[in-house]
Every structure is written in C-alpha cells, then in structure tokens.
C-alpha cells in the first residue's frame, strides 16, 4: 500500500506543480429515493418558466431563421 500511496503523493505533487490544487465537489446523490422525483420537479419549473418567457421563444426562432452559412 505505501507504493500505491507513494505514487499518488508524487502525482498530486506534480499537478501542483503544474499549478493546479485539489478541489472537493459535492454532487447530488443519484442513488437516494426522492431524487428522481425533486429531478421532475425541478424540471416542470424551468418548462413552466419556458413556456411563460416569449421574449425567449423569439429570440430561440430568430436565432433558427439565421443559419446561413453555419455548415460551410
């Protein structure tokens, strides 16, 4: 276990050399019961406040009619 320990010391070592420092996210946990749940109804919420933004729904269908040229 010391090689294994010994190894990652030597690489976070290099990555801070490199210029970069550890950092720890917290994520939600996919596993628990109501997450699916709180995942629908979030997303009912940003439909909703979609569906009640026209100035968006303009913007979205201006954007599309000015594709010319995008793929050449």
Known sequence: MANVNSRVQKHRAALRLAGLRPVQLWVPDTRLPHFAEECRRQCLLVA?????DTG?????????????????
């Open 56 to 72: 968006m729904h303009q913007l979205m269908d201006d954007s599309l009619a000015d594709v010319e040229g995008w793929t050449e």
């Open 48 to 52: 909703q406040a979609d569906n009640a």
